[in-house]
Nanobody, 118 residues
């Protein structure tokens, strides 16, 4: 399973960005997808997750500002980020929890950098 993330970039504080992540490969069933963020010296932190049934969960820092959605084919996830702040600056990694003939596994994308200037 491969994940291709896109949409990162440089934005001013108060601006918005939309991240996308598309999954391909041997996907029997997409159980959930989501995003984590990582800054230097820190562990990855949950940004948002969405299950195939549409249940969502957000990190406390982004609640009310970010919205996660999954496409109808359950092969891509988007993260709409509003009111971005400098503390949102990080590398954002998408992930997918997939069930296939190998069992249930978690796959990661390559990361996309979001930089928010003050």
């Amino acid at each position: 399973v491969q994940l291709q993330a896109s949409g990162g970039g440089l934005v001013q504080a108060g601006g918005s960005l939309r991240l996308s992540c598309a999954a391909s490969g041997s996907i029997g069933r997409m159980d959930s997808m989501g995003w984590y963020q990582q800054t230097p010296g820190k562990q990855r932190e949950l940004v948002a997750t969405i299950t195939r049934d549409g249940w969502t969960n957000y990190g406390d820092a982004v609640k009310g500002r970010f919205t996660i959605s999954m496409d109808n084919a359950k092969r891509a996830v988007n993260l709409q980020m509003l009111s971005l702040q400098p503390e949102d600056t990080a590398v954002y990694y998408c992930y997918a929890v997939v069930s296939n003939n190998l069992g249930q596994n978690t796959y990661w994308g390559q990361g996309t950098l979001v930089t928010v200037s003050s």
